[in-house]
């Protein structure tokens, strides 16, 4: 308590009726009890902030705990992730590899088709064009005969009319 403050309150309680002496003890208890209660509030402070320190140092090791547990949580979750990655990765590769097979055999039965229509066609066009040739020989031979026996009939009529006109 201020010096001026303890002043005061001898002057007080001087004031209603109490000795100098008696004011000075009074006072003087009076301050030795507030001395004492903030000396009480300080380490009463004191112990609650290292209760409190103790406490979430506590919380401190209990939040790390979880955390290291939660990292290598995580970590197996990782690798279960990375272990599922790669068997979808080779389920896909061996799909690919799959689809591709069926596609290239798929090709190669087309290209078979394919291959087969056209020496059929290719058969086909031999055999017509040969037929044509024939065909085209035997009209050929045909003219030819029919030429030689209309040259034969005009010769046997001019014969004729040769004969005729002789004979007249």
């Known amino acids: 308590m201020p010096i ?26 009076l301050e030795q009890s507030h001395v004492n209660g903030q000396q009480n509030l300080k380490d009463f402070l004191n ?24 990292d290598i949580k995580f970590n197996a979750m990782d690798v279960k992730f990375n272990v599922l990655r790669n068997e979808v990765d080779i389920k896909f590769k061996d799909l690919r590899n799959d689809v591709d097979a069926k596609i290239n055999d798929f090709r190669s039965d087309v290209d078979v088709k394919f291959k087969d229509l056209r020496n059929e066609i290719d058969l086909r066009f031999l055999e017509t064009r040969n037929e044509i040739v024939n065909l085209e020989f035997r009209i050929r031979a045909s003219h030819a005969d029919l030429l030689m026996k209309i040259f034969a009939i005009v010769a046997g009529c001019t014969t004729i009319a040769v004969a005729v006109a002789k004979l007249f």
């Open 4 to 29: 001026t403050k303890e002043l005061e309150n001898i002057r007080k309680f001087e004031s209603v009726g109490f000795t100098h002496d008696q004011a000075e003890v009074l006072t003087e208890t």
């Open 47 to 70: 112990i609650k902030f290292n209760e409190m320190d103790v406490k979430f140092n506590a919380m401190d090791v209990q939040f790390n705990a979880l955390r290291n547990d939660m």
